[in-house]
Nanobody, 119 residues
Framework: QVQLVESGGGLVQPGASLRLSCAAS????????MGWYRQASGKERELVAR??????????NYADSVKCRFTITKDNAKNTVYLQMNSLDSEDTAVYYC??????????WGQGTQLTVSS
């Protein structure tokens, strides 16, 4: 079992920056990939960014809509993944979910954190 706890959401103005955190616990060794997804009201959940958890690699990929604005990073010592979000706009308003993929094929999700971008 893997438990994921997100933090860092909130209400920000357009153009602001914010960082989300996701702390993993439990069967950490089984996680191969961690990422962030988001779901806006009335829309399907979509990938934002993912990163490999192997300490020797740092491969990340991003949705086209967030490239050059968002950065996903990891701290293996803290079992934590971060999503640094810059130049936020209203289109980024959504519930952000942390995810963890395991080598045995199961995916785990956090409870979600709300980000609202509004003036």
């Amino acid at each position: 079992q893997v438990q994921l706890v997100e933090s860092g959401g909130g209400l920000v103005q357009p153009g602001a920056s914010l960082r989300l955190s996701c702390a993993a616990s439990g069967s950490i060794f089984s996680i191969t990939l961690m990422g962030w997804y988001r779901q806006a009201s009335g829309k399907e959940r979509e990938l934002v960014a993912r990163i490999t958890t192997d300490v020797s690699t740092n491969y990340a990929n991003y949705a086209d809509s967030v490239k050059c604005r968002f950065t996903i990073t990891k701290d293996n010592a803290k079992n934590t993944v971060y999503l640094q979000m810059n130049s936020l706009d209203s289109e980024d308003t959504a519930v952000y979910y942390c995810s963890a993929d395991t080598y045995y094929g199961r995916a785990y999700w956090g409870q979600g954190t709300q980000l609202t971008v509004s003036s």
